[in-house]
């Protein structure tokens, strides 16, 4: 496609992919990130550059849409699909977006309008609350009581990939089961000012949602990918590889009771998805250790990533 038949948004992200995240013109010299979201409806990948701000040891945007009446489609992605993929500089990495709520949100933004002014004048135009989101690198504790990512593992071999992706959905689980408990108590809370937000709280729903996109595109991977290769490979496993398809079938109900309570409802209610969460936490996690017990010995000897890439 020609230059000149590019929109404004592709021009900019072509450059900064090529100039190792520096733009020039109305971006020239600003914090400028790339934010790829998968499309609510579409489910297709969406790319946007747009200003960040560092603040309390935290990476934030602003759904502003230069103080628009309505949120930004890449609002409404990320709040179905909180894991998104982030581009900045020349760092590429998956994060979990989490619209701050209440006087986390209050306290955020005028930290974002010190260092940004604009953003104040975008909030005075318009009758809705900007959301500020914080993009939650793995690995990094998103703040103060937050859970961390595990820590990164050398991954040389496929047995390795395998329990870099269990390392995560753990350390997923039990950040839920704390923030669930820490809700409860009265801990977290309600949902501010976001209109619609479900009861359990903006955080807690989607720290949820992005443990079941990851698990679902785990499990997906597996399903389409790793078991029939092992089944032409490894004859043998063929038993223990319909075993634990049954299980992912089983893992994938319960998953998908987690995102009824929390997306289905303009409500939920807190004590049936802690129910849920355990029955869901129970499941899966005897699948992974029954998944590491047999599959590990097959999988070390493959060498991650493939030779050639």
């Known amino acids: 496609m020609p230059k000149s038949s590019l929109s404004f948004n592709q021009a900019v992200i072509e450059e900064f992919r090529a100039r190792g995240g520096r733009v020039g013109g109305p971006f020239e010299g600003g914090d400028l990130l790339l934010l790829t979201t998968v499309g609510e409806r579409s489910g297709r990948e969406h790319t946007v550059p747009l ?53 986390r949100r209050e306290r955020l933004f005028e930290a974002v309008v010190r260092s940004a ?73 309600g949902v501010g000012g976001v209109v619609g937000a479900p009861a359990l709280g903006l955080q807690l729903r989607q720290h949820c949602l992005a443990f079941c996109q990851g698990l679902t595109v785990h499990h997906t991977g597996e399903g389409r990918g790793v078991f029939p290769a092992l089944a032409r490979s490894h004859p043998e496993l063929r038993s223990v590889l319909e075993q634990l398809a049954e299980e992912h079938r089983t893992v994938a109900r319960l998953k998908d009771e987690l995102v009824t309570l929390v997306s289905g409802l303009d409500s939920a209610e807190p004590e049936a998805f802690r129910a849920a969460l355990a029955r869901t936490a129970d499941e899966l996690e005897a699948h992974l250790a029954h998944e590491e017990r047999e599959l590990l010995p097959a999988l070390a000897g493959i060498p991650f990533p493939p030779p050639g890439q």
């Open 117 to 189: 002014p604009g953003y104040g004048d975008y909030q005075r135009n318009t009758s809705r609350l900007l959301p500020v989101i914080v993009l939650e690198h793995p690995g990094v504790g998103a703040e103060a009581g937050a859970g961390a990512g595990a820590p990164a593992r050398e991954v040389v071999s496929l047995a390795d990939k395998l329990l870099e992706v269990h390392d995560w959905l753990r350390a997923q689980l039990r950040q839920l089961r704390a923030e669930t408990e820490a809700h409860l108590a009265g801990g977290l809370g």
């Open 51 to 103: 200003g960040f701000v560092r603040a309390d040891g935290l990476l934030l945007v602003v759904a502003s849409a230069a103080g628009a009446p309505e949120h930004p489609q890449w609002y409404r992605n990320l709040l179905a699909r909180p894991l998104v993929r982030v581009e900045l500089g020349t760092e590429v990495f998956d994060a979990t977006a989490v619209p701050a709520e209440g006087d």
